[in-house]
């Protein structure tokens, strides 16, 4: 079954199906087209699962109106345009997941309203700005990968104060500036700031309660050992 394929495009019509709480049609490979814009019209949607086809167009601008979306899987797909500042207004959403697209713009300032976010993947896309202070504010946040982007700034220092992240992705970016002391001083076990434009001497800050299963630097421009 590894090499079928199912093609075709996701019919408006879809929309219709009011009391739908799950779309999955994932890894299909050949589903193109465009997100429907009315499927922001099914108040009862938890999950919403396009990942690893075809899709092209955008976000729709008003997917904040799915305010009972707990997942929102559209990795692995064509999609292009900026991330909606309606987003933010999926005030249930665990999981974010765009991987592997072309969205371009700005991260959405106000990302830390959405509170119950568990995993942020954004990487391998064409965004750019910086690292929005908000994020701090998502108290559950485990799993942040920004990595293969255009982010620009330096990283801060309050990633590494967050109390449940366990995964920081940044690598292939533009970050520049010193590494946190808090960064390297945390309880997160994968660590990888490689490929970007970080200078300085690496902070002397693991201690007794440094937990790194892995950590990569490499490819920046720093002084001192690990």
């Known amino acids: 079954r590894g090499g079928d394929m199912m093609t075709g495009h996701i019919s408006p019509s879809i929309c219709n199906l009011t009391q739908l709480s ?8 050949g589903i193109s087209g465009n997100i429907p814009p009315c499927i922001t019209k099914l108040p009862l949607l938890q999950i919403l ?17 799915l305010t009972q979306l707990t997942m929102l899987n559209l990795a692995d797909n064509h999609i292009s345009g900026k991330i909606p500042n309606s987003l933010v207004h999926l005030s249930n959403l665990m999981q974010l997941d765009l991987r592997n697209n072309a ?4 991260i959405p300032m106000d990302l830390g309203r959405l509170k119950k976010l568990n ?4 990487s391998h896309n064409l965004i750019t700005g910086r690292i929005p202070r908000s994020i701090s504010e998502i108290y559950g946040l485990a799993d942040l990968d920004l990595s ?8 801060p220092a309050w ?15 533009n970050l520049t500036g010193n590494i946190p002391w808090t960064v390297l001083g945390s309880r997160m076990s994968h660590v990888d700031l490689s ?5 300085g001497r690496i902070p002397n800050s693991f201690g007794e309660d440094s937990y790194f299963i892995s950590l990569d630097l490499s490819y920046n421009n720093l002084r001192g050992s690990v």
């Not at 969205?103 to 700005?106: K, L, N, V």
């Not at 995993?119 to 954004?122: G, V």
């Not at 990633?159 to 970016?173: E, H, I, P, Q, T």
């Not at 490929?195 to 200078?199: F, Y």
Request: hydrophobic share 40%; net charge positive.
């Open 103 to 106: 969205i371009q713009g700005p």
């Open 22 to 29: 799950s779309i999955t049609i994932s890894d299909w490979k």
């Open 159 to 173: 990633l590494g104060r967050m109390a449940v992240l366990d995964s920081l992705n940044l690598k292939y970016n």
């Open 119 to 122: 995993r942020a993947l954004l």
């Open 49 to 65: 699962d396009l990942s690893g086809n075809l899709i092209h167009g955008q976000i729709p601008s008003d997917i904040g109106r």
């Open 148 to 155: 293969l982007n255009r982010l620009s700034g330096s990283i």
């Open 195 to 199: 490929r970007n434009a970080l200078s």
